[in-house]
Protein backbone atom coordinates (compact mmCIF):
# COMPACT_ATOMS: atom_id res chain seq x y z
CA UNK A 1 0.00 0.00 0.00
CA UNK A 2 1.22 3.70 -0.57
CA UNK A 3 -0.33 6.87 0.63
CA UNK A 4 -0.11 8.86 -2.96
CA UNK A 5 2.49 11.78 -1.46
CA UNK A 6 5.75 11.32 -4.15
CA UNK A 7 8.93 11.13 -2.86
CA UNK A 8 11.25 11.93 -5.60
CA UNK A 9 10.94 12.21 -9.25
CA UNK A 10 12.94 9.42 -10.90
CA UNK A 11 14.32 8.71 -14.62
CA UNK A 12 14.39 6.05 -16.43
CA UNK A 13 17.90 5.16 -16.92
CA UNK A 14 17.61 1.60 -19.31
CA UNK A 15 14.22 -0.72 -20.77
CA UNK A 16 14.89 -4.09 -21.70
CA UNK A 17 12.36 -6.05 -23.64
CA UNK A 18 12.64 -9.71 -21.50
CA UNK A 19 10.51 -12.68 -23.22
CA UNK A 20 7.59 -10.42 -24.64
CA UNK A 21 7.83 -7.95 -21.60
CA UNK A 22 9.74 -5.33 -20.16
CA UNK A 23 12.54 -4.53 -17.21
CA UNK A 24 13.10 -1.03 -16.66
CA UNK A 25 16.09 0.60 -14.63
CA UNK A 26 14.76 3.58 -12.77
CA UNK A 27 17.59 6.44 -11.24
CA UNK A 28 15.77 7.38 -7.94
CA UNK A 29 17.29 11.02 -7.46
CA UNK A 30 16.28 11.90 -4.15
CA UNK A 31 14.37 8.38 -2.65
CA UNK A 32 16.34 7.38 0.00
CA UNK A 33 16.84 3.15 -0.62
CA UNK A 34 18.96 2.48 2.75
CA UNK A 35 16.03 0.42 3.88
CA UNK A 36 14.77 -0.78 0.57
CA UNK A 37 15.07 -4.63 0.27
CA UNK A 38 14.98 -7.10 -2.42
CA UNK A 39 11.33 -8.01 -3.33
CA UNK A 40 10.13 -4.58 -1.74
CA UNK A 41 7.00 -2.37 -3.64
CA UNK A 42 8.00 0.71 -5.48
CA UNK A 43 4.88 2.58 -6.96
CA UNK A 44 6.14 4.09 -10.46
CA UNK A 45 3.82 6.51 -11.66
CA UNK A 46 1.22 4.67 -9.34
CA UNK A 47 2.02 1.09 -10.78
CA UNK A 48 3.26 -1.21 -7.91
CA UNK A 49 6.29 -2.74 -9.12
CA UNK A 50 8.52 -5.27 -7.07
CA UNK A 51 12.71 -4.46 -6.94
CA UNK A 52 14.35 -7.24 -8.21
CA UNK A 53 17.66 -5.01 -8.00
CA UNK A 54 18.99 -2.37 -6.68
CA UNK A 55 21.83 0.00 -5.43
CA UNK A 56 22.09 3.45 -3.69
CA UNK A 57 20.45 5.40 -6.97
CA UNK A 58 18.79 3.03 -8.86
CA UNK A 59 16.50 -0.04 -8.77
CA UNK A 60 15.14 -2.66 -11.62
CA UNK A 61 11.78 -4.12 -11.87
CA UNK A 62 10.17 -6.38 -14.32
CA UNK A 63 6.76 -5.15 -16.23
CA UNK A 64 4.24 -7.87 -17.16
CA UNK A 65 2.21 -7.76 -20.27
CA UNK A 66 -0.55 -7.20 -18.61
CA UNK A 67 0.85 -4.46 -17.02
CA UNK A 68 1.89 -2.72 -19.83
CA UNK A 69 -1.18 -3.03 -21.67
CA UNK A 70 -3.17 -1.79 -18.69
CA UNK A 71 -1.15 1.47 -17.93
CA UNK A 72 1.05 4.25 -19.37
CA UNK A 73 4.49 2.48 -17.87
CA UNK A 74 4.17 1.13 -21.86
CA UNK A 75 4.89 4.59 -23.00
CA UNK A 76 8.04 5.70 -21.37
CA UNK A 77 11.23 6.03 -22.84
CA UNK A 78 14.80 6.13 -21.66
CA UNK A 79 15.26 9.40 -19.70
CA UNK A 80 11.50 10.06 -19.09
CA UNK A 81 10.83 11.42 -15.52
CA UNK A 82 8.36 8.88 -13.18
CA UNK A 83 6.80 9.46 -9.72
CA UNK A 84 8.10 7.06 -6.95
CA UNK A 85 7.06 6.17 -3.90
CA UNK A 86 8.16 3.62 -1.60
CA UNK A 87 5.41 1.05 -0.04
CA UNK A 88 3.88 2.84 3.50
CA UNK A 89 4.70 1.52 6.75
CA UNK A 90 3.10 1.51 10.11
CA UNK A 91 5.11 4.66 11.34
CA UNK A 92 4.67 6.52 7.91
CA UNK A 93 2.07 9.63 7.74
CA UNK A 94 -0.59 9.15 5.83
CA UNK A 95 -0.71 12.53 4.35
CA UNK A 96 -2.77 11.55 1.23
CA UNK A 97 -4.82 8.41 1.40
CA UNK A 98 -4.98 4.10 0.54
CA UNK A 99 -3.19 3.82 -2.32
CA UNK A 100 -3.03 0.14 -3.85
CA UNK A 101 -0.58 0.71 -6.74
CA UNK A 102 -3.28 -1.45 -9.16
CA UNK A 103 -4.19 1.21 -11.99
CA UNK A 104 -7.92 1.21 -12.80
CA UNK A 105 -7.53 2.74 -15.84
CA UNK A 106 -5.56 5.23 -18.30
CA UNK A 107 -6.99 8.62 -18.34
CA UNK A 108 -6.54 11.75 -21.23
CA UNK A 109 -5.64 15.21 -20.14
CA UNK A 110 -7.48 17.61 -22.30
CA UNK A 111 -6.70 20.90 -20.98
CA UNK A 112 -4.31 23.25 -18.57
CA UNK A 113 -4.44 26.39 -17.45
CA UNK A 114 -2.70 28.80 -15.05
CA UNK A 115 -4.81 29.82 -12.18
CA UNK A 116 -2.93 32.50 -10.07
CA UNK A 117 0.11 30.16 -9.19
CA UNK A 118 -1.62 27.17 -9.03
CA UNK A 119 -2.73 25.49 -12.80
CA UNK A 120 -5.83 23.57 -13.46
CA UNK A 121 -6.34 20.34 -15.24
CA UNK A 122 -9.13 18.36 -16.75
CA UNK A 123 -8.69 14.89 -17.34
CA UNK A 124 -11.28 12.83 -18.74
CA UNK A 125 -11.35 9.27 -17.38
CA UNK A 126 -12.24 5.84 -18.93
CA UNK A 127 -16.34 5.81 -18.80
CA UNK A 128 -16.78 2.93 -16.60
CA UNK A 129 -14.79 4.95 -13.74
CA UNK A 130 -16.63 7.89 -13.87
CA UNK A 131 -18.99 6.50 -10.80
CA UNK A 132 -16.16 5.88 -8.84
CA UNK A 133 -14.70 9.70 -9.10
CA UNK A 134 -16.65 12.76 -7.20
CA UNK A 135 -16.36 16.36 -6.53
CA UNK A 136 -14.17 16.99 -3.14
CA UNK A 137 -13.15 13.18 -3.49
CA UNK A 138 -9.73 11.50 -3.32
CA UNK A 139 -8.10 10.10 -6.86
CA UNK A 140 -4.67 8.61 -7.72
CA UNK A 141 -3.07 10.09 -11.39
CA UNK A 142 0.31 8.96 -12.05
CA UNK A 143 0.77 7.71 -8.45
CA UNK A 144 -0.34 11.32 -6.78
CA UNK A 145 -2.89 11.70 -4.64
CA UNK A 146 -5.24 14.39 -5.19
CA UNK A 147 -8.72 16.26 -4.60
CA UNK A 148 -11.23 16.12 -7.23
CA UNK A 149 -12.34 19.65 -7.63
CA UNK A 150 -14.98 19.23 -10.18
CA UNK A 151 -16.73 16.65 -11.81
CA UNK A 152 -19.06 16.61 -15.09
CA UNK A 153 -19.78 13.25 -16.49
CA UNK A 154 -16.31 11.01 -17.00
CA UNK A 155 -14.10 14.41 -16.84
CA UNK A 156 -12.82 15.65 -13.89
CA UNK A 157 -11.05 18.68 -12.86
CA UNK A 158 -7.69 19.18 -10.52
CA UNK A 159 -6.03 22.33 -9.09
CA UNK A 160 -2.59 21.69 -8.49
CA UNK A 161 -0.57 24.00 -6.28
CA UNK A 162 3.11 25.15 -6.46
CA UNK A 163 4.55 22.37 -4.29
CA UNK A 164 3.07 19.84 -6.31
CA UNK A 165 4.05 20.89 -9.28
CA UNK A 166 7.40 21.47 -8.32
CA UNK A 167 7.60 17.59 -6.44
CA UNK A 168 5.58 15.47 -9.25
CA UNK A 169 5.59 14.78 -13.36
CA UNK A 170 2.23 16.64 -13.10
CA UNK A 171 4.12 20.02 -14.22
CA UNK A 172 5.57 18.51 -17.60
CA UNK A 173 1.29 17.05 -18.28
CA UNK A 174 0.15 18.66 -22.00
CA UNK A 175 -3.40 17.99 -23.47
CA UNK A 176 -3.34 14.51 -24.86
CA UNK A 177 -0.73 12.67 -22.39
CA UNK A 178 -2.00 9.52 -20.73
CA UNK A 179 -2.18 9.27 -16.82
CA UNK A 180 -2.37 5.98 -14.68
CA UNK A 181 -5.82 6.58 -12.79
CA UNK A 182 -6.71 4.50 -9.62
CA UNK A 183 -9.84 5.48 -8.07
CA UNK A 184 -10.60 5.59 -3.97
CA UNK A 185 -10.83 1.70 -2.98
CA UNK A 186 -13.33 2.71 -0.41
CA UNK A 187 -16.31 3.45 -3.17
CA UNK A 188 -14.91 0.28 -4.68
CA UNK A 189 -16.12 -1.52 -1.23
CA UNK A 190 -19.26 0.62 -0.91
CA UNK A 191 -20.34 -0.40 -4.30
CA UNK A 192 -19.78 -3.86 -3.78
CA UNK A 193 -21.84 -3.83 -0.45
CA UNK A 194 -24.90 -2.34 -1.73
CA UNK A 195 -24.97 -5.23 -4.38
CA UNK A 196 -25.65 -7.71 -1.08
CA UNK A 197 -26.51 -11.23 -1.68
CA UNK A 198 -26.23 -10.35 -5.51
CA UNK A 199 -22.38 -10.20 -5.36
CA UNK A 200 -22.23 -13.66 -5.12
CA UNK A 201 -24.15 -13.97 -8.52
CA UNK A 202 -21.47 -14.83 -11.27
CA UNK A 203 -22.40 -11.19 -13.91
CA UNK A 204 -21.08 -10.06 -16.78
CA UNK A 205 -21.05 -6.61 -14.92
CA UNK A 206 -21.45 -4.76 -11.68
CA UNK A 207 -25.23 -5.38 -11.24
CA UNK A 208 -25.35 -1.87 -9.40
CA UNK A 209 -27.33 -0.12 -11.44
CA UNK A 210 -29.90 2.95 -11.21
CA UNK A 211 -33.08 0.39 -11.52
CA UNK A 212 -31.09 -1.39 -8.38
CA UNK A 213 -30.49 1.49 -6.48
CA UNK A 214 -34.29 2.47 -7.31
CA UNK A 215 -35.93 -1.10 -6.33
CA UNK A 216 -33.30 -1.06 -2.99
CA UNK A 217 -34.52 2.88 -2.01
CA UNK A 218 -31.44 4.22 -2.52
CA UNK A 219 -32.80 6.67 -4.85
CA UNK A 220 -36.60 7.72 -5.80
Known amino acids: MFTGI?????????MQPKGGDLRLTIHTSKLDMRDVAL????????VCLTAIAFDSSSFSADVSRETLSLTSLGNLNRGSSV???????????????????????LGEVISRHDDARSVRFSIRAPNNLAKYIAAKGSITVDGTSL???????????????????????????????????????IARYLERLLLGEQAAQTTT????????????????
Do not use: C, W
Open 6 to 14: IEAIGMVRD
Open 39 to 46: GDSIAVNG
Open 83 to 105: NLEKALTLQTRLGGHLVSGHVDG
Open 147 to 185: TVNKVDGSTFELNIVPHTLQETIIADYRSGAMVNLEVDV
Open 205 to 220: SSGLTEAFLAEHGFIK
